[in-house]
């Protein structure tokens, strides 16, 4: 079993910035990869970004590319979701989730490949 555990979401206004970190724990040996969805009211959750704790490859939706950047900390079993230049738009729950099984560039946007999730935190973008 892995846990997930969101923080540093909040209000901010238009072109603001907000940093988000997951702390794993438990079984935290046996994820491949981390990433990021969001679900904002009335629409179904969507990818954001992911990393793989080997190597640490990066991948980002299309709608966030150029300004939110993905990082982790593997001693720490820490990642963050730096966010600048925040729109409207951007204001969702934010899930962390984990993933234990065959991760690839073909499978990292599907909420099938994550098999572990975070409660979400509140990312609000407004003026």
């Known amino acids: 079993q892995v846990q997930l555990v969101e923080s540093g979401g909040g209000l901010v206004q238009p072109g603001g910035s907000l940093r988000l970190s997951c702390a794993a724990s438990?079984?935290?040996?046996?994820?491949?990869?981390t990433g990021w969805f969001r679900q904002a009211p009335g629409k179904e959750r969507e990818f954001v970004a992911a990393?793989?704790?080997?190597?640490?490859?990066?991948y980002y939706a299309d709608s966030v590319k150029g300004r939110f950047t993905i990082s982790r900390d593997n001693a720490k079993n820490t990642v963050f979701l730096q966010m600048n230049s925040l729109k409207p738009e951007d204001t969702a729950v934010y899930y962390c989730?984990?993933?234990?099984?065959?991760?690839?560039?073909?499978?990292?946007?599907?909420?099938?490949?994550?098999?572990?999730w975070g409660r979400g935190t509140q990312g609000t973008v407004s003026s």
């Open positions: 989730a984990g993933s234990r099984g065959y991760f690839s560039f073909s499978n990292y946007a599907s909420r099938r490949t994550y098999s572990s």
């Open positions: 990393v793989r704790w080997t190597g640490g490859t990066t």
């Open positions: 438990g079984r935290t040996f046996s994820l491949s990869a």
